[in-house]
């Protein structure tokens, strides 16, 4: 299967600093998705980017398909983004049973 | 509102008692899958079923079972716990394999 590796796995900013997260893929994938895990351990999807640049707030998404990678921008961080960031893919190559989810970053948000 | 439903949120267990943690969607989606999450691990699929009828292992299934009789029920099957079992344990579903995926509260299941 792919390989997914995240970076940083470990990030603490002060609120309103900017945050650049990034996903690598062993091999090409489709349906890119990034999720948030908030403290309470829910699971929300935030993105699903198999391609290009979506925004949402002050949370956008990049990605280079081509070149295996996809990068998650927040800016202005709250407090409230705290928790863990996952980006998960496809293998684009046939036979995938689902996502392949990457090991996580973890982002702390001081006040 | 369109969500997919877990239950129970918490349980506490003994080695070797079966025990059933539900799953339903609302969202007629086709695609369903279970995941387990461990410190340091991220998470791992255990089964994922693509429609009616249809399951497959993921990359854990050992000591599980799963059945979609229903499209909208995905239960997932412990027939005999153990303690390497303790895990968070997330539902989730998506239109078809690969569409944007929806996932449950989480269950977070403790075998002594």
């Known amino acids: 299967g792919i390989q997914v590796e995240q970076s940083p796995p470990d990030l603490i900013l002060q609120e309103g600093a900017n945050s650049t997260l990034r996903c690598n893929f062993s091999?090409?994938?489709?349906?890119l998705q990034w999720f948030h895990q908030n403290p309470w351990g829910q699971l929300i999807n935030l993105f699903y980017i198999p391609s290009g640049t979506k925004q949402n707030g002050r949370l956008s998404a990049t990605t280079v398909a081509t070149e295996r990678y996809s990068l998650l921008y927040i800016s202005s961080s709250q407090t409230t983004d705290s928790g863990v960031y996952f980006c998960a893919g496809m293998y684009s190559g046939g036979g995938a049973d689902g996502l392949t989810f990457g090991k996580g970053t973890h982002l702390i948000i001081q006040p | 509102e369109a969500q997919v439903t877990q239950n129970p949120r918490y349980l506490i267990t003994v080695t070797g008692k079966k025990l059933t943690v539900t799953c339903s969607q609302n969202m007629n989606h086709e695609y369903m899958s279970w995941y387990r999450q461990d410190p340091g691990l991220g998470l791992r699929q255990i089964y994922y079923s693509m429609n009616v009828e249809v399951t497959d292992k993921g990359d854990v299934p050992e000591g599980y079972k799963v059945s979609r009789k229903e499209k909208r029920n995905f239960p997932l099957i412990l027939e005999s716990p153990s303690p390497n079992q303790t895990s968070l344990y997330f539902c989730?579903?998506?239109?078809?394999?690969?569409?944007?995926?929806?996932f449950g509260n989480g269950t977070r299941l403790t075998v002594t």
């Open positions: 091999d090409s994938v489709n349906n």
């Open positions: 989730a579903s998506s239109l078809k394999i690969g569409s944007p995926l929806h």
